[in-house]
């Protein structure tokens, strides 16, 4: 008999008993009281964990990407300009979107393991007159590499450069594992999903918008009907929702939500960020390279890691897969093959980190990779987990 399969990618993330509980409960009507009730808690909820009690967060029965269409359809006319700070795959998606919107995009592609700084953001802003620019397009957590991009330092410089420009960030991987301050930081659009910090299945998207980006959501030719800002704001204002939502998984959300926010969103940052030290120091004391070598860059959420000469990734996933019931990631597009990505983000906890470093170690022994004794990566993991005593 085989124990469940464990995630340690970066999405989907393990879901915690108690939200199993929540999603097996029977059906609701949407239309019900009962349901009406748990919009009550959820829509403010939601608020609270992007910082953005000021502002708007849309829920969505859709996907991360969905989300970040939405919020490029709903705020911007064919043939505008924007500045799309690209990173990874998923940071190139709003290019990708943009494209399809008929926008005229403006490429700032970073290698692979990079992110972006405050600095040349400002000198890259600098070629664009004021006004030019109606949208920049960040990405907080890269998760097709593992980098974390300074996201309120980003935002400053482009509120300084470009006052009226739209701030776009997909946090989709980032909300619930870094800080993220919506309001404070002055952003305007920033998306995520449900299926990565927030421990729950796929399903779910969430748009915070600010009042900013609302006025812009007006004034836009072709905002788009299922997620039309504007229809979906005034149902939320009722604690309704447009459509007919995922009843389920909304139900499963509202206990996730409180689940979070019982820990308290500075103890889960600490979480991840211990997580992240414990795989980062265990990935070097094994010999192996880190893909982000910058600790400045590292993500909180996942940490890609190049396999060491001579073994594949595909050996060290099946490895573990089969004989642990662990699931890693592979790279994606380019990365492919090149990195593996060990995901730490929503209901992880150091049980669950060590056993995968010490999982991994047997594997890599197996694959011929003998260069530290078995335990060095546990041992150098241990070591940060007894260092990082702040986690309450
Ligand atoms: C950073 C980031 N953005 C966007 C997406 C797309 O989200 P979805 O697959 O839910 O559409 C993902 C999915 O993994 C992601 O990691």
Redesign the pocket.
């Given at each position: 008999m085989n124990p469940e399969l464990f995630l340690m990618i970066?999405?989907p993330t393990p879901v915690p008993q108690a939200v199993l509980s929540a999603l097996a409960l029977p059906p609701i009507g949407h239309r019900s009281t009962d349901f009406k009730a748990t919009l009550k808690k959820v829509y403010p909820a939601l608020k609270k964990i992007f910082g953005a009690e000021n502002s708007e967060v849309l829920l969505y029965t859709a996907?991360?990407?969905?989300a970040?269409e939405a919020a490029l359809a709903n705020t911007l006319n064919p043939e505008e300009e924007i500045l799309v700070l690209s990173c990874g795959v998923?940071s190139h998606?709003w290019a990708d979107i943009a494209n399809t919107l008929g926008i005229k995009v403006h490429l700032w592609q970073v290698d692979a393991g990079l992110g972006h700084t405050p600095e040349a953001l400002a000198e890259k802003l600098a070629a664009y007159t004021p006004g030019q620019l109606k949208a920049v397009c960040l990405?907080h957590?890269?998760?097709s590499t593992g980098v974390m991009n300074p996201i309120e330092a980003l935002a400053k410089v482009v509120r300084a450069q470009q006052p009226e420009t739209l701030i776009m960030v997909?946090t989709?991987?980032g909300l619930g594992a870094a800080e993220f301050e919506f309001d404070a930081w002055d952003i305007d659009l920033a998306v995520s999903?449900s299926?990565?910090g927030f421990m729950l299945p796929?399903g779910l998207?969430f748009l915070a918008v600010s009042a900013r980006a609302m006025t812009r959501h007006h004034q836009v030719c072709r905002p788009g009907f299922y997620f039309q800002f504007a229809k979906q704001l005034k149902s939320q204002h009722e604690f309704s929702t447009p459509y007919t939502p995922a009843v389920s998984l909304i139900r499963g959300l509202e206990v996730a939500l409180a689940m979070l926010l019982e820990e308290g969103l500075p103890n889960t940052f600490k979480r991840h960020q211990r997580h992240q030290k414990m795989v980062r120091a265990a990935a070097t004391a094994l010999g192996l390279k880190l893909l982000v070598e910058e600790d400045s860059f590292a993500s909180a959420s996942v940490t890609s890691v190049l396999p060491p000469e001579g073994v594949s990734v595909d050996a060290i996933r099946a490895g573990l897969r089969e004989q642990f019931n662990i699931v890693i990631a592979n790279g994606q597009k380019e990365l492919l093959g090149k990195i593996f990505r060990i995901g730490h983000l929503g209901a992880i906890f150091p049980r669950d980190v060590l056993m995968t470093l010490s999982a991994l170690e047997v594997v890599l022994h197996q694959a011929g990779y003998k260069q530290t004794p078995l335990g060095t990566a546990v041992k150098a993991a241990q070591q940060v987990y007894l260092e990082t005593h702040d986690y309450e």
């Open positions: 970066p999405g996907s991360g990407t969905a970040m998923f998606r990405i957590n890269e998760t997909d989709v991987t999903g299926q990565k796929p998207a």
